[in-house]
């Protein structure tokens, strides 16, 4: 059985499987809207592989971060804009 | 060597397909051999999460190959700047290091090409390749509604593979005309690789899924995310669909940026080398998708010759020139096969955003004369994609040329540029 | 049909598009040309910082002139103009530079511009992310920033607005002592007057100008709003920018009004090259590290050089040239092009229309400047 892991999302708790990509988690999460862009719209993940920057979000307080690059971590705190 | 310089007699940039080839063949030599790559996994886009379930047969062999060789994998490592020939500035996400090298491998592979339509914005919308990609890693599909429309044979390898993870596939668009495809579909067996072709019609029919021609998305619908799409045909009928989900697919272009900053020269929107690989400029070599969108088969091939061109192993990279041909052919024939309608090029309307970065609109971009004007004036192409999205739109969109690019090739630390060193070890 | 201008203008940086505005406002016909778009040299690499500086009297009279036109602008400025007034605050690191500010309150104060010497506790309250060993500074309030190119493009349009003609893409070959230019395609245009305002471009079209391109770099930021509140610069900077013969950086940064952060400084002698120089990118970032440590956590998304039309005594050259009366200069204004070009627009309309200008114009005169003492230092 794999190991399992917990980060936070949007102040909510999530469990996943270890090496679950972020973008993924916070899609089973429900997210939808991952960052406002710089007119307020909505938007989420596009390329799926690092070059869009979309798919964005804040990690343990790290502005603009990918979250289709990134694993999943223990105890990470994730937020995107709501 | 302290931690902030690594040196290595061979560099290669890239560990898809191309980059692992190179690799292996680089490791039958006495050199020294490192790859580098962006992602927290091997394998490309194509064999990202070489998990044995997923990875085809070839990719898991590659992986086995590339774990059994000596070359040395520094993952989660992005190019930032080249400080001078032969040296390179590396970020991971602890720290900054000076790479030396004296040669180089790019093996950097393509991305997609993305055409704006009004509601290309919302969420839910994704490129064909993207959504194939973020399905191999576990993306919720289960009852969801797709849509995947575009061209090229990508449409139907995503579409049997999300209707195989439990999305309800509702249509494949191909935004080529049936009287194309069955002229591509004609030349294709004097080729070779084409069986994968026959095959992925032949799946998708059994897998129920409707294959129509002829159509293309015009438009987006939702406020938040996606509700629907409008597909389009040449007669001017139109065909609503709701979904959840809209995947699309209009061809790979390469990344190049790497290879405008070492100099190297482009010609058509690719890198030109010789037949050893070798770019223009001295010590720098190229493989796979940056040197002409080909696929796995081209990559691997022009991974392996790269990698012994560079460690002077002459005669194991002759011995692979036919094969490499065969896929050059290939390649021509798949991108005469799918080239983009002239109507794909009118779909936005004035408040259509092309810039996603900056959300820059193509009303904007009207009053601008090239690529460098809308950059001054509107900040298209300033965002963190560095312009590697709207780039290829406006080529596309406005014939606007994009010529150099201006570092770092990925957005990099303020705390790196001080760490990297100037003197050569 | 043959068209007479009045006056043409060589150059479509900030202050070409400036004095088309005042020109044409004062009744003139004017051309403006510019071998490529407008504000793509210098105003496109430059900051944007609306500052007011004390090197010298001089200096100070023009800069406060500037930003006080400026600030009557500024109601009229389209929002992509970005203009914003989030005021300078110069830094002191040490005591040397405490003493400074205590001096340069005054200064600025006696010119009839706001200043404030903020102690260690209302620095890091107004800027957090200061590096705590910073002891204090000065703030200067009513500073701005803003977008240059698009301040560029408002201008030309303003001027066009008066009936100012401009066409770019249009290479100017040699500008003739009778008042006329060549262009690329050989053909030539006249006029009662010719203004260089071809920055850097200036000494390759009239003689005798003294102005050599200054390199600097620049570095911008993804976004982070409120992390940088005001446009600051280290007053280490009144050490190293006033040295004209070596290399040096300053750490000077800038918030944008889109939440990005542009690093800067540097200045480099010599170096006519479009690459960057990593050593001195390394030590300007190094710098800006060293006052701001988090900044170092920050994703750059650019990195580039441009080049400041630079003087030897450090002020511009505005008015008529030696070579002719008919040919005038406005160019020189090195690191200041872009907060000085609205006081150079007026100055220069003044002079030729007959208007008393509202500061003496004499310090800023070409004619200053005899052959025998351009050389740079």
Redesign the interface.
């Known amino acids: 059985m794999s190991k399992h892991l917990t980060l936070s999302v949007n102040g909510r708790s999530l469990t996943v499987p270890e090496g679950t990509v972020l973008a993924v988690a916070l899609a089973e999460a429900g997210v939808t809207q991952f960052r406002r862009s710089v007119k307020g719209q909505a938007r989420g993940p596009l390329c799926g592989m690092g070059i869009c920057f979309e798919c964005s979000v804040t990690i343990d307080g790290k502005l603009h971060q990918r979250s289709c690059q990134t694993l999943c971590q223990e105890g990470m705190e994730v937020t995107t804009d709501e | 060597m302290s931690d902030t310089t690594k040196h290595f007699d061979i560099v290669i940039v890239g560990a898809g397909p191309a980059g692992m080839a190179a690799a292996v063949a680089a490791s039958q030599s006495h050199r020294s051999v490192a790859v580098i790559e962006s992602n927290p996994w091997t394998g490309g886009q194509l064999w990202r999460r070489p998990d044995a379930a997923a990875t085809p047969r070839a990719g898991r062999h590659w992986h086995a190959r590339f774990k059994a060789c000596k070359a040395h994998l520094i993952t989660e490592a992005s190019v930032g700047d080249s400080i001078a020939p032969g040296h390179l500035l590396v970020e991971t996400p602890a720290s900054a290091f000076n790479l030396f090298y004296d040669r180089l491998i790019m093996a950097v592979g393509a991305r997609e090409q993305f055409m704006p339509f009004p509601g290309w914005t919302l969420p839910n919308v994704f490129g064909a390749g993207g959504l194939q990609l973020l399905a191999k890693s576990g993306w919720p599909l289960q009852g969801k509604r797709v849509v995947v429309a575009g061209s090229g044979p990508l449409l139907l390898a995503v579409g049997a593979q999300l209707r195989k993870r439990g999305a309800r596939v509702l249509c494949i668009a191909e935004q080529t005309s049936l009287k194309h495809l069955v002229r591509f579909g004609l030349t294709l067996p004097r080729l070779g690789p084409s069986k994968l072709w026959q095959a992925l019609v032949c799946q998708s029919q059994l897998l129920g899924v409707p294959y129509r021609t002829g159509y293309w998305p015009i438009q987006a619908h939702g406020t938040d995310r996606l509700e629907g799409v409008t597909l389009r045909r040449a007669n001017g009928a139109t065909w609503n669909v709701t979904c959840d989900m809209l995947g699309c697919a209009f061809g790979m272009v390469p990344n190049l940026e790497l290879a405008r900053l070492l100099g190297c020269d482009i010609e058509q929107g690719t890198v030109r080398v010789d037949t050893w690989q070798k770019t223009s400029v001295n010590q720098v070599y190229c493989a796979g998708e940056p040197t002409g969108v080909g696929g796995m088969d081209r990559a691997l091939i022009e991974g392996q010759i790269a990698g012994y061109a560079v460690t002077d192993q002459p005669d194991k990279a002759r011995a692979l020139f036919g094969p490499r041909q065969k896929t050059h052919d290939f390649t021509r024939v798949l991108n005469q096969g799918f080239a983009l309608r002239d109507e794909l090029r009118t779909l936005t309307t004035p408040d259509t955003i092309v810039c996603r970065c900056e959300d820059v609109t193509a009303a904007q971009l009207a009053c601008c004369d090239d690529f460098r004007t809308a950059r001054l004036y509107t900040r298209c192409g300033m965002g963190p994609c560095q312009g590697r999205n709207c780039s290829t739109a406006t080529h596309t969109l406005y014939g606007w040329e994009t010529e150099f690019s201006r570092p770092p090739v990925t957005p990099i630390r303020v705390r790196s540029l001080v760490d990297l060193s100037v003197e050569k070890e | 049909m043959s068209t007479t201008y009045d006056v043409i203008i060589v150059g479509a940086g900030i202050v070409g598009c400036a004095c088309a505005h005042q020109c044409s406002q004062a009744g003139l016909k004017v051309l403006i040309l510019d071998q490529g778009?407008v504000?793509?040299q210098s105003t496109?690499a430059g900051m944007g910082h609306i500052v007011t500086m004390d090197d010298s009297p001089d200096q100070l009279a023009l800069t406060h002139y500037a930003r006080r036109l400026w600030l009557e602008l500024a109601e009229d400025l389209p929002a992509?103009v970005e203009f914003q007034r989030c005021g300078t605050l110069w830094v002191a690191a040490d005591a040397e530079e405490l003493d400074a500010v205590k001096r340069k309150v005054s200064v600025y104060q006696s010119a009839g511009s706001k200043a404030q010497v903020l102690d260690a506790r209302t620095l890091h309250e107004e800027e957090p992310h200061l590096n705590p060993a910073m002891l204090g500074g000065l703030l200067i309030p009513e500073d701005a920033v803003l977008y240059p190119?698009?301040a560029a493009?408002y201008l030309v349009d303003r001027a066009r607005s008066f009936g100012a003609e401009l066409r770019t893409?249009v290479a100017v070959r040699q500008i003739g002592d009778k008042g006329s230019v060549t262009l690329g395609d050989g053909s030539s245009v006249e006029a009662g007057l010719i203004l260089n305002a071809a920055g850097c471009g200036a000494p390759a079209l009239t003689p005798h100008v003294p102005v050599r391109p200054r390199k600097g770099h620049l570095?911008v930021?993804?976004?982070?709003p409120g992390f940088v509140r005001h446009q600051m610069i280290e007053l280490g900077y009144l050490k190293s920018a006033h040295s004209v013969s070596s290399d040096s950086v300053a750490f000077n940064v800038q918030p944008r009004a889109?939440g990005q952060i542009l690093?800067g400084s540097s200045r480099q002698y010599g170096d006519d090259s479009q690459t960057?120089h990593?050593?001195l990118?390394?030590r300007m970032?190094?710098q800006?590290?060293h006052y701001m440590p988090e900044?170092?956590?920050?994703?750059?998304?650019?990195?580039?050089v441009g080049f400041r039309p630079a003087t030897p005594d450090k002020r511009p050259l505005i008015g008529p040239s030696l070579v002719s009366d008919k040919v005038w200069l406005a160019t020189g204004h090195e690191g200041l092009g872009i907060a000085t070009s609205l006081a150079t627009g007026r100055l220069v309309a003044d002079m030729i229309v007959g208007r008393t200008p509202e500061i003496p114009i004499a310090p800023y005169s070409p004619a200053r400047v005899t052959q025998e003492n351009v050389v740079h230092e």
């Open positions: 778009p504000g793509g496109g992509h190119p698009n493009r893409g570095v930021t993804h976004r982070y889109t690093i960057i990593h050593g990118l390394s970032m190094a800006a590290c900044i170092g956590a920050l994703s750059v998304t650019r990195t580039w």
